[in-house]
């Protein structure tokens, strides 16, 4: 695999023809947010002819559009001035705290403790469901623009989640009952080697573990590495490992992230997919909608529809958090939500299995059911899909219609409606 990243990453948009303009815009978002991609990437997926348009070019390459305006003055001023390495570095260091690096309290409410000790590299919002970010784990294959957890790739140790220690993390599990679902996450778990990942997975199927009996894998690389399923070298130990996690009982879920049809276009990924789906695990796939990639109605219908036809589930319909780049990749919920009905509309009920659009809000999964009108007044009608508080899941409530609202902190109770905490 070949990456390309900072000034490589230049090199490459230069030798693809992009302006010296542009370059320059390049270089000055780059050094807030973080921004790879691979070969893969750049020779199956972007569309080169469209580009700077392409929407696989607009997920993985920056855009000036990406920082808001007086931080990508203050960085362009600075580096058309020549300033020093560690004046940059404090800049881009100062732009990432006003950029809300950890959103929905992740880790203000979000990490547990061990004997009195917070736990790093895990997350426990949900009773079922822990999250756990090894450390070996924080990068990806290539990085999408609108990543939520962008932070995690920004070489600020402050920002960055990550677990150190196996036997912690499953001793705090092991002590948990009411702990069903294990999360591994990051950055992306498929980066790292089998043989690592099997240390991190194999202690989960220890007998005191008896009650975890799904195993979570949060990738991309289905989209953007295919060949950690296929050729690379250490590919079917991976696959085995699914199958082990299988044999001992264990409901393995792989959960890809795609975020428009293009992605599930390759014959590599498709046998990608079809070995996956060999060893007994199941794919789901979930994306953000998201503004100048896949904000229309007939992407979403084109994508569920092909993941049916593949053996994946579609699952989630996020939208985008309200971090790092949202004033770019954002979309106003009353669009969210009819990109949402308009897809729905094109499929058959085997694609209707994803759900949404979804805000995952710091009290929880928050979806919008829909719009109407109640006693004169436009109002979302919102419900609880998840929650720190298991007694809200599933209730429902009103907020008043915006149009302009993004995100869950834009809206406020309508009517008199009761409101999630």
């Given at each position: 695999?070949?990456?390309?990243s900072?000034?490589?990453?230049?090199?490459?948009?230069?030798?693809?023809?992009?302006?010296?303009?542009?370059l320059?815009?390049?270089r000055?978002?780059?050094?807030?947010?973080?921004?790879?991609?691979?070969?893969?990437?750049?020779?199956?997926?972007?569309?080169?002819s469209?580009?700077?348009?392409?929407?696989?070019?607009?997920?993985t390459?920056?855009?000036?559009?990406?920082?808001?305006?007086?931080?990508?003055?203050?960085?362009?001023q600075?580096?058309?001035s020549?300033?020093?390495?560690?004046?940059?570095r404090k800049?881009?260091?100062?732009?990432?705290?006003?950029?809300?690096?950890?959103?929905?309290?992740q880790?203000s409410a979000?990490?547990?403790?061990?004997?009195?000790?917070?736990?790093?590299?895990?997350?426990?919002?949900?009773?079922?469901?822990?999250?756990?970010?090894?450390?070996?784990?924080?990068?990806?294959?290539?990085?999408?623009?609108?990543?939520?957890?962008?932070?995690?790739?920004?070489?600020?140790?402050e920002?960055?989640?990550?677990?150190?220690?196996?036997?912690?993390?499953m001793?705090?599990?092991?002590?948990?009952?009411?702990?069903t679902?294990?999360?591994?996450?990051?950055?992306d778990?498929?980066?790292?080697?089998?043989a690592?990942?099997?240390?991190?997975?194999?202690?989960?199927?220890?007998?005191e573990?008896?009650?975890v009996?799904?195993?979570?894998?949060?990738?991309?690389?289905?989209?953007y590495?295919?060949?950690?399923?296929?050729t690379?070298?250490?590919?079917?130990?991976?696959?085995?490992?699914?199958?082990?996690?299988?044999?001992?009982?264990?409901?393995?879920?792989?959960?890809?992230?795609?975020?428009?049809?293009?992605?599930?276009e390759?014959?590599l990924?498709?046998?990608?997919i079809?070995r996956?789906r060999?060893?007994?695990?199941?794919?789901?796939?979930?994306a953000?909608?998201?503004?100048?990639?896949?904000?229309?109605?007939?992407?979403?219908?084109?994508?569920?529809?092909?993941?049916v036809?593949?053996?994946?589930?579609?699952?989630?319909m996020?939208?985008?958090r309200?971090?790092?780049?949202?004033?770019?990749f954002?979309?106003?919920?009353?669009k969210?939500?009819?990109?949402?009905?308009?897809?729905?509309?094109q499929?058959?009920?085997?694609?209707?299995t994803?759900?949404?659009?979804?805000?995952?809000?710091?009290?929880?999964?928050?979806l919008?059911?829909?719009?109407m009108t109640?006693?004169?007044?436009d109002?979302?009608?919102?419900?609880?899909?998840?929650?720190?508080?298991p007694?809200?899941?599933?209730?429902q409530?009103?907020a008043?219609?915006?149009?302009?609202?993004?995100?869950?902190?834009?809206?406020?109770?309508?009517?008199?409606?009761?409101?999630?905490?």
């Open positions: 695999m070949k990456v390309y900072h000034e490589r990453l230049a090199r490459l948009a230069a030798g693809r023809g992009m302006s010296e303009e542009y320059h815009d390049l000055v978002v780059s050094s807030v947010l973080p921004f790879k991609v691979n070969d893969y990437v750049v020779n199956e997926l972007i569309d080169w469209a580009a700077p348009d392409d929407p696989i070019f607009r997920l390459f920056p855009h000036r559009d990406m920082l808001p305006e007086p931080i990508f003055e203050h960085l362009s600075l580096m058309q020549s300033a020093e390495p560690a004046v940059l800049a881009a260091l100062d732009a990432h705290a006003q950029l809300n690096p950890n959103p929905g309290a880790v979000n990490v547990p403790t061990r004997h009195g000790r917070r736990l790093e590299g895990v997350q426990h919002k949900y009773a079922e469901t822990v999250l756990i970010f090894p450390a070996q784990g924080q990068t990806c294959h290539a990085y999408c623009g609108y990543c939520f957890r962008w932070a995690q790739f920004v070489g600020n140790s920002l960055k989640q990550a677990a150190p220690d196996v036997a912690e993390v001793a705090y599990v092991a002590a948990d009952p009411n702990v679902d294990l999360l591994f996450t990051g950055g778990p498929m980066i790292m080697s089998a690592v990942l099997d240390r991190w997975v194999s202690p989960a199927l220890a007998p573990l008896e009650h009996r799904t195993l979570r894998f949060g990738t991309k690389a289905l989209s590495w295919p060949a950690r399923f296929t690379d070298a250490d590919a079917d130990d991976l696959l085995r490992l699914f199958e082990r996690c299988v044999a001992a009982g264990k409901h393995v879920a792989v959960m890809a992230h795609f975020t428009h049809p293009r992605e599930l390759t014959p990924v498709r046998e990608a079809r996956i060999a060893t007994g695990a199941v794919i789901r796939a979930q953000p909608v998201t503004a100048h990639v896949n904000d229309r109605a007939e992407d979403w219908a084109t994508l569920w529809q092909g993941l036809e593949v053996g994946a589930i579609p699952y989630y996020f939208v985008e309200d971090t790092g780049a949202q004033s770019y954002g979309v106003p919920l009353v969210a939500l009819q990109v949402y009905t308009d897809a729905v509309r499929v058959s009920g085997l694609a209707r994803a759900r949404g659009p979804v805000m995952s809000a710091a009290p929880g999964k928050v919008i059911d829909g719009t109640v006693a004169g007044t109002v979302f009608s919102l419900r609880m899909l998840q929650s720190r508080d007694a809200q899941v599933g209730r409530f009103l008043h219609l915006d149009p302009g609202a993004e995100w869950f902190s834009d809206l406020r109770p309508a009517l008199g409606s009761w409101w999630p905490r």
